[in-house]
């Protein structure tokens, strides 16, 4: 089943202590974390218990104050900002609460955007791919379409198919549903799984609902800094 090569993401005794003031915060002590290829996670705890900075750390949008994380073999914190922005783009998709779609671009631009950042194909081959993407997640017929002028279940739509155009070894997801009302929630959910199991791409998915998070190949509950198996 698993081997060391099919490893996308690791922690280990990952910790984060944030200082206001004269006080510490110790917001995650100790966790540890193996991610296989196409495997889906999702990750449950209250409010304030640590998820958006545990994601910010596996990003390595933030530092830990102990551990490390690797992302395909490679040790976050090894490297310089660009190396990492580069393997964030290579290697990563993110979902967020909030879209984060860029307001003046269409959602066929919103898309092709992480492919044209790489540099790596022609504009045409770029929109040609996100255009395929939001064929997947159901918007054919909204590619010119600015996100004002999309509802919130189709704007977290364009933000999933921007996450997966790239083929990203793993999608990471704050509260992707958060925002939405339960059955556009559950219609979002239903996307990602059925995009999950057409690739080897690798989910970790944050809610607060429980029901939603069942649906994953296995749910983690961050409680006082640790992350437990459920
Ligand atoms: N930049 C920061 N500086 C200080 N404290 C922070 C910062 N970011 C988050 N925290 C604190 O860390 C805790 C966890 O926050 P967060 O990761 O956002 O939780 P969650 O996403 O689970 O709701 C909270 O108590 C929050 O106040
Ligand atoms: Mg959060």
């Known amino acids: 089943m698993s081997n060391s090569s099919s490893l996308v993401l690791e922690c280990h005794q990952l910790a984060k202590e944030y200082l206001e003031g004269p006080q510490s915060v110790q917001v995650l002590s100790d966790v540890n974390l193996s991610l296989n290829a196409g495997e889906r996670i999702s990750i449950i705890g209250s409010s304030g218990s640590g998820k958006s900075t545990l994601l910010n750390l596996l990003a390595g949008l933030d530092s830990p104050s102990a551990g490390e994380v690797r992302i395909q073999q490679q040790v976050l914190q090894d490297l310089s900002d660009s190396a990492k922005a580069r393997l964030r783009n290579r290697s990563m998709g993110f979902v967020y609460q909030f879209h984060h779609l860029l307001p003046e671009f269409s959602a066929l631009e919103n898309v092709a955007m992480p492919l044209l ?32 002028e999309l509802s919130g279940g189709e704007r977290q739509r364009v933000a999933i198919a921007r996450a997966l155009v790239t083929q990203p070894a793993v999608v990471l997801l704050d509260e992707p549903t958060g925002n939405l009302d339960q059955r556009t929630a559950q219609q979002i959910h239903e996307l990602m799984q059925e995009l999950s199991t057409q690739s080897d791409t690798a989910f970790v998915m944050v809610t607060h609902d429980t029901e939603l998070a069942k649906s994953m190949d296995k749910v983690y509950l961050l409680s006082e800094g640790k992350l437990e198996s459920q």
């Open 117 to 148: 950042l790489r540099q790596a194909c022609s504009v045409n081959d770029a929109k040609e791919s996100a255009r395929g993407l939001l064929e997947r997640v159901g918007l054919a017929q909204r590619l010119s379409h600015k996100p004002a």
